[in-house]
């Protein structure tokens, strides 16, 4: 499904309390794990050791890191939303993150997304988005929480 296209405020607003819609699927790989713990210097065996974490994992296999999966948003909302007409976006904040299952290498991931509200401050826009990262073939999501941008939008 093609992204919704927001242009102004009063686009933005016309989604307030609904869902915005799902990004495609994105596969975890090992190699994009080991690529992150290089990155951040969190090279914990459960995350980079595929051997000991078949054998001594609870998880019968390497996980992504938590924060890798968080990494992958801007990606995954960009296939939901296509914002256009801004000057800059900042990232302002996540409420009520919490990572609820495990994604194990090679698994597939995707981002839901439901506009909670939306807000005009004085020429800055203050959205916060529901989301949860799907993992193909699971209930449970691997994570949940609330974002928060700001857009500053052209005149």
Do not use: C
Request: proline share 4%.
């Amino acid at each position: 499904m093609p992204p919704v296209i927001i242009g102004s405020f009063s686009d933005f607003e016309k989604f307030n309390g609904q869902e915005l819609g799902a990004s495609d699927y994105f596969q975890i790989t090992q190699s994009q794990i080991n690529l992150f713990a290089e990155a951040t210097h969190d090279h914990q065996w459960i995350h980079t050791d595929p051997e000991r974490a078949k054998a001594e994992g609870a998880f019968g296999n390497t996980i992504a890191h938590g924060y890798l999966t968080l990494s992958i948003v801007p990606f995954l909302w960009e296939q939901i939303v296509d914002v256009r007409n801004l000057k800059m976006m900042i990232n302002y904040g996540i409420e009520s993150l919490r990572f609820a299952n495990p994604v194990l290498v090679d698994s597939e991931v995707r981002l839901v997304a439901k506009l909670k509200s939306i807000v005009n401050l004085r020429g800055t826009v203050k959205a916060e988005v529901e989301v949860k990262l799907e993992i193909k073939g699971e209930k449970k999501p691997a994570f949940s929480g609330v974002l928060i941008f700001l857009y500053h939008f052209n005149s």
